[in-house]
């Protein structure tokens, strides 16, 4: 198993963690709008979010006094991995 399936595998394991990817495959969003998005409460998606970019799946830039998230060219590939499931 290679790294990508790791993460496919990590991915995949929560129904939350491939909702925020395909949400983010769009859009950069802050963390806020994609608890919205996602059904969550702020810390749970926060958790979510520390995890997936800990793995470099997301990234994040600050704009104006907001964090957008976003899909890393990693996170990309991993997405796309885990829709061929």
């Known amino acids: ?5 790791n993460l496919v595998s990590y991915v995949l394991s929560s129904q939350k ?3 925020i990817l395909n949400i983010l495959k769009d859009s950069k969003l802050t963390v806020n709008e994609i608890s919205e998005q996602c059904l969550v409460n702020y810390p749970y998606c926060w958790k979510l979010l520390k995890g997936l970019r800990s793995r470099d799946i997301i990234d994040r830039n600050d704009v104006n006094c907001n964090q957008l998230y976003f899909l890393t060219d990693l996170g990309q590939q991993v997405l796309l991995e885990v829709e061929g499931r």
């Open 17 to 19: 963690r491939i909702k």
């Open 1 to 5: 198993m290679n790294d990508v399936d």
